[in-house]
């Protein structure tokens, strides 16, 4: 089972960026597809960002596309998730989650694998 470590969350105003990572550890990284999720208080986890084990393919939700991109780096074992234009409505706690397909990392009750999460503020 792979072990995932995120950094990267903080407070900032709207209109700005943010870079979260996470770290993966305990198993071999390519044959995991990645993804990110974000829990805002009163609301489900909900699927934020998905990239496939190989890193050709993305997917994001309608709420984010365009502004936020999920990358890999094999050599770091590591997934990213740059957030741009953010918005007090990406306030959340976000986690890295792990799966062996897109279709696992692309609903909170198939991920196999979370990191501890880390809080993201945004402020008007």
């Known amino acids: 089972q792979v072990q995932l470590v995120e950094s990267g969350g903080g407070l900032v105003q709207a209109g700005e960026s943010l870079r979260l990572s996470c770290v993966a550890s305990g198993g071999i990284f390519r044959n995991y597809a990645m993804g990110w999720f974000r829990h805002a208080p009163g609301q489900d986890r909900d699927f934020v960002a998905g990239i496939t084990g190989n890193g050709r393919d993305t997917y994001y939700s309608d709420s984010v596309k365009g502004r936020f991109t999920i990358s890999r780096d094999a050599a770091k074992t590591t997934v990213n998730l740059q957030m741009n234009s953010l918005q007090p409505e990406d306030t959340a706690v976000y986690y890295c989650?792990?799966?062996?397909?897109?279709?696992?990392?692309?609903?909170?009750?198939?991920?196999?694998?979370w990191g501890q999460g880390t809080q993201v503020t945004v402020s008007s």
């Open positions: 989650a792990a799966g062996m397909n897109v279709f696992e990392v692309s609903k909170a009750s198939r991920v196999r694998s």
